[in-house]
């Protein structure tokens, strides 16, 4: 069976930094492109991170460019999501999905499986 768990989310305060894991079980990671799409309350879904499975090229939202990193570790068929200087409008919570296509395309329809995400607060 197919699974995608995300861990690491927590309550931090402005300026604080969190490490968001997407580990996969069922499937190989590596062959797949992944995205980090994350959903606060009465917004549409964003996807704010991507690495492909095609040369490992990223993506990152113009909103998080410069704060959010993507990285992938093959031996641990995990994705990872290092967030710096998180402000309370990062408050969501984050999901990650994968995707056999090899390229980002920040579009939740695109990816065929989905985690249940790991919830990230941002407040002092």
């Known amino acids: 069976q197919l699974r995608l768990v995300e861990s690491g989310g927590g309550l931090v305060q402005p300026g604080g930094s969190l490490r968001l894991s997407c580990a996969a079980s069922?499937?190989?990671?590596?062959?797949?492109?992944i995205m980090w799409f994350r959903q606060a309350p009465g917004k549409e879904r964003e996807g704010v991170s991507c690495?492909?499975?095609?040369?490992?090229?990223?993506y990152y939202a113009d909103s998080v460019k410069g704060r959010f990193t993507i990285s992938r570790d093959n031996a641990k068929n995990a994705v990872y999501l290092q967030i710096d200087n998180l402000q309370p409008e990062d408050t969501a919570l984050y999901l990650c999905?994968?995707?056999?296509?090899?390229?980002?395309?920040?579009?939740?329809?695109?990816?065929?499986?989905w985690g249940h995400g790991t919830q990230v607060t941002v407040s002092s």
């Open positions: 690495i492909s499975s095609s040369r490992g090229s990223t």
């Open positions: 069922g499937f190989t990671l590596n062959d797949y492109t």
């Open positions: 999905a994968a995707d056999r296509v090899p390229i980002c395309l920040a579009v939740a329809r695109q990816y065929d499986y």
